[in-house]
Each structure stands twice: as structure tokens, then as C-alpha cells.
């Protein structure tokens, strides 16, 4: 079955640390997302991609940066890593065409617990 | 952006009905989405609204839809203990990819 998979699912780090989330999916699709939930904000987008080379920035992208060099992985880098950035982290999937009046779902992953110390 | 709003918590009995309420801004969304959320899971989607219809039911959960006042509501008939997590609203801009959520609503179901 096709998956969307995120690793580390926990992870404590100190600040100032470089930190890189992995998300891998197995959907085969072209859109990837990245979302941080906190308490009381729900999800807000950090950083998206539509496609291979394809990288936007979200509401909150500030000190975090994507690559996308295939189709499958969407790894997230949080440059410098501080305390703001404790939070859980989501990476979502969805097969994505522009196109009016397209659902397009998004499946989430498991999410990675980050403790910045 | 468009501000999707949603009431934090609820709780109801076991085998009572359950309505969980979300408003949204931008009249141009053209799906809305309902997502699960269990602790320590990531969301998984419930079920999932076209912006014209105005009402979808599937087993205990019945969607419904106001376009003019941007409203959009869960029910679930018959709440189960297995029901108490947290369910986030997010609606889907027309012509991209991007979705908007909600802060999410706890429920708690007590026996």
C-alpha cells in the first residue's frame, strides 16, 4: 500500500543545531506539504512543493528551507534551530493538479515531535 | 489567506449526537474537508464536501453545508468513546492545492 512516511517520529535537539525532518512517500505525488500544529494555531503551512524543483513558501517559513530533487522525498531544514520551533511536525501528500474544482486530498504522515532545548 | 475558525473543544455523552461547527472567509473555496486527528497520529480524513452541495451523509457522520454563510458543520449521530479526538476543518482554494485548517475541535466523549 502507498504510504507517507516521516522519520525521525521524535526527535530533542539544542538550539542553534542543524536539524533535517524526513518525508517520503510512496503515492507517487506532486504535491508535498509541510505543517507545523500547535497548540491553539491548529496546522499552519510552513513550506509546499508542486512538483520536482518546485519549492513555495508557507505562512510561517521563517528559519526553515525545502528541496525537492525527486518526486518522492521532501525533506524539511530548520537552518538554525530555537526554542519557537518546538512543535509537532506534518508532512501531507497529494496527487495535485491545478485545476477548477479539483479535490485533491491530502494524507498526512505520522508527524515528528521536535523538542528544541 | 483565508481564516477558517472552529470552537476548541466539546464534550457530549456516549450515544448522544455530536455538532462540531466551522466557519470559513473565502467564498471561492470549492471542497471542505473534514480530518481526525487520535493522539500521537497524524490527521486522517473523514469525509469531504463539495461547495455545491448542501448537505452529504455517510453512516453516522452527515455533512452540512451553508455557502451563504460560509458555515460548515460535522454531525455524528450515536458518539462512541472512539470518537474523542480532534477534528479539523480546512477548506481547498479553487484552482490550487493549498489547504486552509482550522485550529481543530477536541471532543470528548464521556461514558
Known amino acids: 500500500d502507498a504510504e507517507i512516511t516521516q522519520s525521525p517520529r521524535h526527535k530533542i535537539t539544542e538550539t542553534g543545531r542543524q536539524v533535517t525532518l524526513a518525508c517520503h512517500q510512496t503515492?507517487?505525488?506532486?504535491?508535498m506539504f509541510w505543517y507545523r500544529q500547535d497548540l491553539g494555531h491548529g496546522l499552519r503551512l510552513i513550506h509546499y512543493?508542486?512538483?520536482?524543483?518546485?519549492?513555495n513558501k508557507g505562512e510561517v517559513s521563517d528559519g526553515y528551507s525545502v528541496s525537492r530533487s525527486n518526486t518522492e522525498d521532501l525533506p524539511l531544514t530548520l537552518e538554525s534551530a530555537a526554542s519557537s520551533q518546538t512543535s509537532v511536525y506534518f508532512c501531507a501528500s497529494s496527487s495535485g493538479t491545478i485545476a477548477a474544482g479539483e479535490k485533491n486530498i491530502q494524507y498526512f504522515g505520522a508527524g515528528t515531535r521536535l523538542s528544541v532545548l | 489567506g483565508e481564516d477558517v475558525e472552529q470552537s476548541l473543544f466539546l464534550s457530549v455523552r456516549e450515544g448522544d449526537s455530536s455538532v462540531i461547527n466551522c466557519t470559513y472567509t473565502?467564498?471561492?473555496?470549492?471542497?471542505l474537508y473534514w480530518y481526525k486527528q487520535e493522539p500521537g497520529a497524524g490527521l486522517q480524513l473523514l469525509t469531504y464536501?463539495?461547495?455545491?452541495?448542501d448537505m452529504k451523509q455517510d453512516q453516522r457522520l452527515t455533512v452540512l453545508l451553508n455557502k451563504k454563510d460560509k458555515h460548515l458543520s460535522l454531525r455524528i449521530a450515536d458518539t462512541q468513546t472512539g470518537d474523542s479526538a480532534i477534528y479539523f476543518c480546512a477548506s481547498q482554494e479553487d484552482n490550487f492545492n493549498k489547504f486552509y485548517f482550522g485550529s481543530g475541535t477536541k471532543l470528548n466523549v464521556k461514558p
Open positions: 473565502d467564498s471561492s473555496s470549492t471542497y
Open positions: 503515492w507517487n505525488h506532486n504535491n
Open positions: 464536501i463539495f461547495s455545491n452541495m
Open positions: 512543493s508542486y512538483g520536482v524543483q518546485d519549492t
